[in-house]
């Protein structure tokens, strides 16, 4: 109780508007739409009461990971949580390791289940530190991409045994591939199966972000480079559509740190055409290590991350200000920006960065995921900067999104 009261505390001093633990919002009422445009029983963003098992008794130092990566198991209704780097002032250690969450029980009865301790591939020759959006769901298979290990290796994750395999290794070179890099899924109309890898950033220093675009045909063994993004990214978010069935893929903000760079455009690929579209100055602020889920290749949900001062620019904003911003890109409406500061969207209860995201849908009722990641509103230890890493999760369920453009 005495936590839960220090964090209302502090929420308020930063004039967020705390409707329980469950409910922030941080735009002016004034600015809304009458009505949420998410259809259903007062949907908001709740924190859930399992969390992620303490693990310092077994040699981490705290609680929580961020930079975990999350994907369903349709056929078993779990939920499956991956690595991630802990809780600890000297940024460390890192997972590999496998949890999953029953979704099929009630939320009252659902806890974390850990199904492989340890990939068998070994944390002393593999930092399995991966990006929000490092599972990629094909076809009902699982694939890992994007660890930080600047190789771009692909993995397959046994959805029977929770164990990774190499699948294969980048044969690109060293030019091409980096870390801090963003992985995606997509198949192309003649259902080839692709694993994309965009961005990132890799040694010597300075890390600059990179352009460049890779894919992992699954369907044929291959590697292949294709268009170059417009803007250098690392941190990005990302995520693949296909609205009218046309495969796209979208590269969402992003930074460059040695420039202390975050970006308010996205870019849109068309997989046909291999063609980016660059769309500037389309979030109000910078942002980077966002989380996105995809609601009926009709919406992009972007959740969280870091954002910076209107103009994208880091030099005269503060770093690392974890958000609990939630908006909306229109993928049928010529990918129009849904902003929360002028339509009521649910916002996350908790400022979360780089946290692990997912959606399932089940019956008429979608239900957004949002695990781990780093906040200033933790319980356990934090960095010299006053960060933390998450235990919790938050959960979003609704029947649909409305827009009512009277609103």
Not at 118 to 143: A, H, K, M
Not at 155 to 164: E, G, K, N, R
Request: glycine share 10%; net charge negative.
């Amino acid at each position: 109780m005495e936590n839960k009261l220090k964090i209302t505390e502090m929420l308020f001093k930063k004039r967020i508007a705390l409707v329980s633990l469950a409910l922030v919002w941080v735009v002016p009422a004034a600015s809304f739409a009458e009505e949420s445009l998410f259809d259903g029983n007062n949907s908001k963003f709740r924190v859930q009461q399992y969390e992620i098992p303490d693990t310092s008794a077994e040699g981490f130092p705290g609680e929580g990971f961020r930079h975990m990566t999350a994907a369903i198991n349709e056929a078993s209704e779990e939920l499956i949580v991956f690595g991630g780097l802990g809780n600890s002032p000297n940024s460390g250690p890192y997972s590999d390791r496998v949890y999953t969450l029953d979704l099929a029980e009630k939320a009252s009865k659902q806890e974390w289940v850990l199904r492989n301790n340890g990939t068998g591939i070994g944390l002393g020759n593999f930092p399995w530190f991966t990006s929000t959006r490092g599972f990629v769901e094909i076809n009902n298979n699982v694939y890992l991409a994007c660890t930080d290990d600047n190789t771009n290796s692909i993995f397959q994750l046994d959805l029977d045994t929770y164990a990774l395999s190499l699948l294969s290794t980048s044969t690109l070179g060293d030019a091409v591939d980096a870390g801090d890099c963003c992985a995606v899924g997509a198949t192309t109309t003649s259902g080839e199966e692709r694993v994309y890898l965009l961005g990132g950033r890799r040694p010597p220093s300075p890390q600059n972000a990179l352009p460049n675009v890779r894919y992992y045909s699954v369907t044929n063994n291959t590697w292949h480079q294709v268009a170059d993004m417009n803007v250098g990214r690392s941190h990005l978010g990302c995520i693949s559509a296909e609205p009218q069935g046309t495969p796209l893929i979208y590269a969402l903000g992003g930074g460059n740190s040695p420039a202390n760079e975050v970006f308010r455009s996205i870019e849109v690929y068309d997989v046909s055409a291999n063609t980016w579209t660059l769309y500037e100055d389309y979030f109000p602020e910078g942002r980077q290590r966002l989380g996105t889920a995809n609601i009926d290749n009709e919406f992009i949900m972007l959740i969280g991350g870091d954002s910076t001062c209107a103009g994208g620019g880091g030099s005269t904003c503060d770093p690392d200000q974890p958000i609990n911003r939630v908006d909306l890109i229109d993928i049928e409406d010529n990918n129009r920006f849904i902003s929360s500061d002028v339509y009521r969207i649910p916002q996350l209860a908790i400022p979360r960065q780089t946290p692990a995201t997912s959606v399932t849908k089940k019956g008429d009722e979608y239900s957004v995921y949002v695990v781990g990641g780093r906040s200033r509103f933790c319980k356990d230890v934090k960095t010299s900067s006053g960060l933390c890493e998450l235990t919790t999760t938050e959960v979003l369920s609704f029947e649909g999104i409305e827009i009512d453009d009277d609103g």
